[in-house]
């Protein structure tokens, strides 16, 4: 019945967009639970869900979002550290990306920086750096460099990849890159 309503709406609109469907309590706790059966979610990242499908600007808005996250959270389903780890292990084993890239991502998630703290600190704790960065060469099938340019090329992609520049250096004395190209990459961060 519902789906038929909105599929109403959605034909009303046509070309001037979707009419913004106000839920009640029982469709929001449906539509958070199913979008955390899609994929994990920090509470921040599900409150900016959330907050589209009510009038946020309202106490009544505001004051249902948090129900649904309080609801949520005593349930099971929403826990930022749970989140955390999970998120950090995955990207250290799966991606293979350093320790500041998933704190980056974890910071824009809307993650607390305690949590985030003593998520690193239990993913990354015995972590070898060298060797992450040596793996994440590998996922992506990178090779030693033949000029300044694909040097340049791996260093950047390494750098956003999490990797410290004390590390990236590392690796690349051990290709034996000429000290030339090490010093201008020196200096680019510099600045």
Do not use: C
Not at 158 to 177: C, E, N, T, Y
């Amino acid at each position: 019945m519902v789906a038929r309503q909105r599929a109403e709406a959605d034909n009303e609109a046509m070309s001037f967009g979707r009419p913004k469907l106000l839920f009640t309590e029982p469709e929001l706790y449906e539509y958070a639970v199913g979008a955390l059966g899609r994929r994990m979610r920090s509470v921040a990242e599900l409150k900016r869900l959330l907050r589209r499908r009510v009038e946020p600007e309202t106490e009544f808005g505001q004051t249902l979002v948090e129900l649904i996250i309080r609801r949520l959270k005593d349930n099971g389903y929403l826990n930022d550290s749970h989140y955390a780890a999970a998120y950090s292990s995955f990207r250290r084993d799966n991606e293979k990306f350093g320790r500041r890239r998933v704190e980056t991502e974890l910071k824009i998630r809307g993650v607390h920086g305690e949590v985030i703290e003593k998520a690193l600190s239990t993913s990354y704790g015995e972590v070898d750096e060298e060797k992450q960065a040596r793996a994440y060469l590998h996922r992506k099938r990178l090779k030693k460099p033949a000029d300044q340019k694909q040097t340049a090329r791996i260093f950047r992609q390494l750098m956003r990849a999490g990797f410290g520049s004390k590390i990236i250096f590392k690796i690349l004395k051990q290709w034996d890159v000429d000290e030339e190209t090490l010093t201008a990459l020196q200096e680019e961060t510099a600045e």
